[in-house]
Structures are given as structure tokens and as C-alpha cells.
């Protein structure tokens, strides 16, 4: 089988013959595989912890779906778990931390970041397991959480939909504040080393709570923490993806990388013209856009990759909806793989 390299090759800025595709959270419920590995485990972290059930996974959409790109089943909470907090997966609740930082004093008791990145053995071997059972199909993407979004589950212990405990902290302890992105940065950043140690070819950044933050905020403290993170990968030749989500009312910021992932709140005629023709953007079709019917999918996506134009990866937004129709994500994968407005050169 000649190997699939469109990811790759757009990020490298190399000729390609149509727009690679894959989708945020594309191992999950849509998939009736997923749900039946699932349903063999103990609970999600077990999935998560087992290199070999988490390589299934991994490996389920790029079979199922024929996407461009497979990304590795694991969780933005590793790293926090990594530091000294556990978190649960509490079904029809969400992620929740027994522990949270409530002061600064328990930053001190924290793991440091070699030690932290250490902890997480399980998730370098679920990059390698993929990476073997993929055999070059496609790429494998390996992730990590933003250090702000990391942040706000340490400090808050759940979701929210303000994060106001962590805001309160960037305002009342703006130096220990500092001082915790910057462990959680560090750590990150070994985190994706290791990853791509293990065989990762593309590495994300999830920035999922950038949009709570004002644009004085994002700049003080997300922004350069996440530049923190990924800066020192640069000198790995992988590419490195960063996706902030929420921002689009801010100036699109850029940090430095190769790609940048875009939500459905920022139009692609509006990111494109912010970040330039030469600049590869990733998204951004709205995921409630799948609970349309087939052709309005069809439709939809093909706007976007008008708008967008070359040096493009298709994606949604943000991840897939849970309850998401398995026909719909197909007629999104498929509108991408018809379309051919025109020969595409990566500048």
C-alpha cells in the first residue's frame, strides 16, 4: 500500500493533489468498533492506560473512516495526573479532580516536569503501538492540553463554563500563576518530546479554554506558555499544530509553529486573510454542521474548502459530537476527497 503523506507533505509546503482530512476526536462513540471496546474495558481510563486497547482505538477511524490521519487515543489529563493530581472519568459527568491546587503552597508539592513526564510511560507506548500497526498508512498525530487549559482543571477540578476559579487565580496570584503554567509548560513539552520519541509524526497543542480568558489575559499568560511548550520541539523537524479555541474575537495570534488549528467561531475568509495565503490553517467546519442531512454536509464543507483555499487541513472546529450520525462524518470525509477546485502547491 503506497503510504498516505498529504498531511505531512501540506505541512512541509509540498505539491498535493487535494486537502488532507481527519477530525478531532474522530476514535469515539460515532464509531460502533469504538463502543464495543468500550464496553470490554473496566472504564475510560482503562482504555487510556492500556498501550494496546489505545492503539485500537487510535487505529479505528483510519479504517473505518479513511481519514488522512490517525491521532493517538489518549487524554489532555494525563499531564496533570503526571504532576500528582489524579483525576476521575465519571460517566455523565465528565473528568473530576479529588485534588485540586487551592493554594500556592500546593505548587511546591507538585511532581517536577522530568518526573511528571516520566509518569506516563503508558501513553509513549500507545504512540509506538500505533505508529507499528499503522505501518506508514498514515500519519500519526500525538497531543497535548495547552498549559492554561491544564491549568484550569488543576485549579477548578471539572469543567466549567466560566473557569472563574482560574481566572481569579491569573488576577490574585499573577506570579504563582506564572510559576504553575511555566511546570505545566515544561512538562508539556517533554511530554510531546517523548511522543515523538515514540513515533509520533505531527503534534498537536489543545489550547480547549483559550476563549475564556480576555485578550490582556491570553497574551499575559496562555499565550506564552503555550510558546513555551512548543518552542523547543522546533528543533525536532516535526510539525507542530496549535489550536486555540475561543479566540477569534482576540487578534489571531500566532506562535511560531507550523499550522494552526481554527474554531467555528472564526470565519475561514476571516482566518485566512488574518494569517496570510503561505500560512497552513486546520479546521473549521461547525460540528453541529453533521446534523444535517448528507448533502447539506456535502455542501457546507465544500464552502469551506473554497474559503479557505490552498495550505489547508480539513477538520470541524472542534471534536466530533458524541451523538454525531456515522453517515454524516462519511459525507464530510467525502466532500473533502471529491473536491478539486484546482491544482494545490503549498507555498
Known amino acids: 500500500m503506497t503510504p498516505n503523506t498529504l498531511l505531512l507533505d501540506v505541512l512541509a509546503g509540498r505539491p498535493v493533489d487535494r486537502t488532507p482530512v ?80 487551592e493554594r500556592p503552597s500546593d505548587i511546591l508539592e507538585l511532581r517536577s516536569a522530568q518526573e511528571a513526564a516520566d509518569q506516563l510511560e503508558y501513553v509513549y507506548g500507545a504512540v509506538a503501538e500505533s505508529r507499528k500497526r499503522l505501518a506508514g498508512r498514515v500519519p ?9 487549559t491544564i491549568f484550569c482543571y488543576m485549579i477548578e477540578g471539572q469543567g466549567s463554563k466560566t473557569f472563574s476559579k482560574a481566572r481569579k487565580w491569573l488576577r490574585q496570584y499573577p506570579h504563582e500563576s506564572a510559576a ?31 476563549g475564556v480568558l480576555s485578550e490582556d489575559l491570553y497574551r499575559e499568560f496562555a499565550l506564552p506558555a503555550s510558546i513555551a511548550a512548543l518552542s523547543p520541539l522546533g528543533q525536532t523537524g516535526v510539525p507542530r499544530i496549535h489550536f486555540a479555541k475561543g479566540i477569534g474575537g482576540h487578534t489571531l495570534e500566532t506562535c511560531g509553529v507550523e499550522a ?19 500560512v497552513v490553517l486546520q479546521g473549521n467546519l461547525d460540528p453541529s454542521a453533521l446534523y444535517g442531512t448528507p448533502e447539506s454536509v456535502g455542501r457546507l464543507t465544500t464552502q469551506m474548502l473554497y474559503d479557505f483555499g490552498p495550505n489547508h ?26 473536491h478539486r477546485p484546482e491544482p494545490i502547491v503549498c507555498a
Open 260 to 278: 494552526y488549528g481554527v474554531d467555528w467561531t472564526t470565519s475561514a475568509r476571516r482566518a485566512r486573510a488574518a494569517y496570510g495565503p503561505g
Open 180 to 210: 504553575l503554567l511555566e511546570r505545566i509548560a515544561e512538562t508539556t513539552s517533554i511530554y510531546l518530546y517523548r511522543q515523538i520519541d515514540a513515533g509520533a509524526q505531527v503534534v498537536q497543542l489543545f489550547d480547549s479554554w483559550a
Open 313 to 338: 487541513i480539513a477538520n470541524l472546529g472542534h471534536g466530533v459530537y458524541p451523538d454525531t450520525e456515522l453517515d454524516s462524518v462519511k459525507a464530510f470525509i467525502a466532500a473533502v476527497k471529491a
Open 22 to 101: 481527519w477530525l478531532m476526536r474522530q476514535a469515539g462513540r460515532i464509531l460502533p468498533e469504538y463502543r464495543q471496546l468500550r464496553a470490554s474495558l473496566r472504564d475510560f481510563k482503562e482504555l487510556v492506560e492500556s498501550p494496546a486497547a489505545a492503539a485500537e482505538a487510535t487505529l479505528q477511524p483510519v479504517d473505518h473512516l479513511g481519514v488522512d490521519a490517525a491521532i493517538v487515543f489518549s487524554d489532555i489529563l494525563t499531564v496533570p495526573e503526571g504532576l500528582g493530581l489524579l483525576y476521575e472519568m465519571v460517566p455523565g459527568f465528565g473528568p473530576r479532580f479529588p485534588k485540586v491546587i
Open 140 to 148: 500519526l498525530i500525538g497531543f497535548a492540553g495547552a498549559p492554561w
